[in-house]
């Protein structure tokens, strides 16, 4: 083969490489969060709580933050950083990759507006754990997600 010949399939290995690069890279961001999950009004807190497992279990912490609420991310100054070092330390670490979960209860305000549900988790490391947790589910009142409910809060059953 000719040096040109070389360098035009050279070429066309690095662009056929760099599509590739391209389409994982859209694939990936296709399937994180709310891009796969269509957030509405009549989305119901259970629908929201399980979105968000089924992300924590991917270890999509993106698709983790999405569903939190204003409020929620106000707390970690809307970093999502700071919200993955926060997941994945202390009482939290079990959420991520964990194997199974269920809602165990479910509990609305009268006004239908919040929503509290308890969750057990089941772990894949080689101590299988399980860990319960409360999440607390709000309608939002402002922004690109008005009306929508999303996470406020999880917080250990102690």
């Known amino acids: 083969m000719s040096a040109a010949g070389l360098h035009t399939g050279f070429r066309a290995s690095a662009l056929a490489l ?3 690069v391209l389409v994982l890279d859209l694939h990936i961001r296709v399937c994180s969060g709310l891009t796969i999950f ?4 009549q989305t119901t807190p259970e629908e929201v709580v399980s979105a968000q497992l089924l992300a924590l279990q991917r270890d999509d912490m993106l698709g983790v933050f999405d569903f939190a609420s204003p409020l929620n991310k106000a707390n970690v100054n809307n970093d999502l950083n700071v919200f993955d070092r926060m997941v994945r330390s202390g009482v939290y670490e079990y959420l991520v990759k964990h194997q199974e979960s269920t809602i165990l209860l479910t509990m ?12 057990r988790v089941s772990t894949q490391d080689s101590k299988s754990l ?9 309608r939002c009142k402002a922004g690109p997600h008005k009306g929508c ?10």
């Open 130 to 138: 399980t860990k319960e947790y409360w999440w607390s589910v709000s």
């Open 18 to 20: 760099l599509l590739c």
């Open 149 to 158: 409910f999303m996470v406020d809060a999880v917080k250990p059953n102690l």
């Open 108 to 119: 609305r305000t009268p006004s239908a507006n919040k929503w509290h549900g308890l969750v």
């Open 38 to 41: 269509s957030l509405s009004p």
